[in-house]
C-alpha cells in the first residue's frame, strides 16, 4: 500500500459499465516527508477521501476484490490518514 | 488504473490465437498535468477508444478478466476520458 | 520479497473496516549494502517489528492471503532480519 | 502487455523441472518509436519468436496461465509483430 | 523472469512460520550485458542456488506457487544460468 495525496477526478461517459458509479479520483504519491513523487494514477474511492486529502492506495488483485472482483478496479483507496509519524 | 493517451495500433500476424481479433493500441502513460511520460505498453481495447483519445488503462489480473479470464491480456482500456479535473 | 526498514507508521481512523486492528507500518526500502532507496510504501506487520529494525516486506496477492485473504492488503512485513551476508 | 525485441536466450541445465523444454529468451523492452530501453528481461516464447524480431510480453499471472499455470513463468512472448503504426 | 545474480544470503529468526528451513538469498538483478542494475530483492531458492552464480529469478504468485502456495514468497530463483547468448 502507498501514502497518496488525491488531487484530483476524472470524468469518463464511455467506460466499463461495471465502473458505472465509482468515483474515479487521481492521486499522486508521495515519498519520504510525504514529498509528492511525480507518480500518478486513478485510483477508486472505497471511503469518502476528498481533493487534498492523504490516503491509502491498495492495488493490484487486492484493489479489485474490494469492490467484488468483478469490476475492472487495480487501484483503490482504502484509508484517509490521520497523521504519519516517521522517524 | 493508469491515465494514458492513445497513440497507435500494432500489427500481429502470428500470436496467440486469443487474441485474434482483438485491438492490441499503444499507449503512452500521462504523468501530473497530463503530460506524457517514457512509459509505454500493449493494451486492449475494450471501449471503442481511438487515436489521440485520453483513455483509463487498468492492468495485471484485473484485465485479463475483462476479456473472459483466458486471453493472454495484462493491459485493458476500460474508459475513455471527457475531463481530468486537478488541484 | 524486499529488505526495508521500517521508519514510522500512520494513523488512519476511516479506513476499510478490515484494516481495523493492524499495524499499519511506513518502510523504506534498502539498496545494495542496505542503502536506503527512495522507494517508501505501508506495509502491515505480520510479526511484532519495531521501528529501526530491517524487515522482510511481501507484496501483492501474497501479502493479502497472509490475512486470510479478505483484507486490502498487498504488502506485509514477514519477517525481522538479524543480518545480511551479501558479497 | 509490452514491446520488445528479443535479443538472445540462455542456457539452464539445473531449472525447475516444469521449465524443461521451454524457450527461455531474453528480451529487451521497447520504449516510443520502439527505442530500446535499459529493460530486459527473460520471456517464455510461446509463437516461435526468433532473435532480433519484435514481440509482445504478457507478464504475471497471465503468463504464467500460457502455461496451463503450473510452470513458473511469469513473462511470455505472446505475439511477434509485423508493424507499429503511432502518431 | 529476471537474470540476477545471487550476492548473499539473510538470517531471520523472527519470521512467518511458513519461511522456516527457506533459503533467503539477496539477489541484484542484471540489465543489459549482464551488468548488474541497482534493483536487489530477496528470493527463495527452489534449486540450489550459490553466491555468485547467475540465476532466472520469477516473481508475484507464480513464485508463491512453487512452494506450494501457503508460504508468504513472491520472488523465487527457479533456474541457474549456464550461459547467455545476446546479439
Given at each position: 500500500m502507498y501514502l497518496a495525496r488525491v488531487i484530483g477526478n476524472v470524468v469518463s461517459t464511455?467506460?466499463?459499465?461495471?465502473?458505472?458509479?465509482?468515483?474515479?479520483m487521481v492521486v499522486e504519491f508521495l515519498g519520504k516527508n510525504q514529498v509528492p513523487t511525480d507518480h500518478t494514477e486513478i485510483s477508486v474511492d472505497s471511503c469518502g477521501a476528498g481533493i487534498g486529502e492523504t490516503v491509502i492506495v491498495c492495488k493490484g488483485s487486492t484493489a479489485r476484490g474490494i469492490f467484488g472482483?468483478?469490476?475492472?478496479?487495480?487501484?483503490?483507496?482504502v484509508g484517509i490518514i490521520d497523521t504519519v509519524e516517521t522517524v
Open positions: 464511455s467506460k466499463n459499465e461495471k465502473l458505472i458509479g465509482m468515483k474515479l472482483g468483478e469490476a475492472p478496479v487495480d487501484s483503490a483507496i
